[in-house]
């Protein structure tokens, strides 16, 4: 256990590490700088600009020295407004965990449910009904879906307002954020359940006279969380991270939006900084899925 855990962080710096490096060569190839605006700049004051951040050295330096503060915590300036990169993160990253840890929730909960439900309602009106909407949310990409939402509740009806920072109002991106991950979620939670279903053990305990509850929500469903865990570790550092558009739509101040900005200002370091935050939150989850695994199904040995 502990062999394996070691190999997992290991494999985790590596893979970071690769994250930073494709991302930050693949930045500075893009044409183009930070620098660059509608209303050009002279070109003193952009080698002045360059020099300051040192955007005057060659590229592979400048990796260096990067990698080499963020080693000591140190992840920059905003090179727009001068602000300090861990303070935005810390200001941001806040309210996209709040939108994604209840979005990730919802999908969770009612995924595992409706897909339990198709399962054990095979072919049945309830199964159809099931199944449809989660193909239709899974076509649907979010952003069309926030933006109906926007349209019809906040425009059509006036139900809820475009944004504000009532508690109430993260209700729509909730919604748009959880759908397809939810969809997701019960299609997976339908077919592992009808495989475990159909297991020796759960004849045995049909057999032995156990309980449909007992042998349902104790025995089929425990083994069949395995490919939902699975799913669900990336998808929750995903979408507390990555729900960008979403946000962008319904003006929410969290990380997704500083991100967007960010690409569009060409500001290196904020765009740096929020990949490698997005990378770190990914691969964490990932190793935490992987040490869930024992916790649902004991007979699962790690080399």
Request: hydrophobic share 50%; charged share 15%; proline share 4%.
């Amino acid at each position: 256990m502990t062999k394996y855990v070691v190999k997992r962080l290991l494999l985790a710096v590596l893979t970071v590490l690769v994250i930073c490096a494709i991302t930050f060569f693949t930045m500075h190839a893009v044409p183009g700088g930070p620098f660059n605006r509608e209303k050009a700049l002279s070109e003193a004051t952009i080698s002045a600009l360059n020099a300051r951040y040192g955007l005057d050295k060659p590229v592979i330096e400048q990796f260096v020295l990067y990698m080499k503060g963020i080693l000591h915590g140190d992840f920059g300036v905003s090179l727009k407004n001068g602000r300090e990169i861990t303070t935005i993160i810390k200001e941001s990253f806040p309210t996209s965990a709040k939108l994604g840890v209840s979005a990730m929730a919802v999908a969770l909960l009612l995924g595992t449910v409706f897909g339990s439900t198709a399962a054990l309602t095979r072919n049945k009106l309830p199964d159809r009904v099931i199944v449809f909407l989660s193909t239709l949310f899974t076509a649907v990409p979010s952003f069309v879906l926030a933006s109906l939402l926007l349209l019809f509740f906040c425009i059509q009806l006036g139900w809820i307002p475009v944004w504000s920072q009532a508690e109430q109002n993260y209700l729509l991106p909730i919604i748009a954020l959880s759908a397809y991950p939810m969809a997701y979620i019960t299609r997976l939670s339908k077919t592992s359940m009808l495989d475990a279903l159909g297991q020796d053990y759960i004849r045995t305990a049909r057999a032995k006279g156990v309980s449909r509850f007992k042998m349902i929500f104790k025995h089929a469903l425990r083994n069949s969380l395995i490919p939902v865990i699975t799913y669900a570790g990336p998808q929750i550092a995903y979408i507390i991270t990555g729900s960008m558009v979403v946000e962008t739509i319904f003006t929410v101040g969290g990380l997704g939006s500083k991100f967007v900005s960010a690409i569009n200002n060409r500001d290196y370091t904020l765009i740096m900084a929020t990949t490698i935050f997005l990378a770190v939150l990914m691969v964490v989850a990932n190793v935490i899925c992987d040490l869930l695994y024992k916790l649902v199904d004991p007979r699962i040995k790690y080399d």
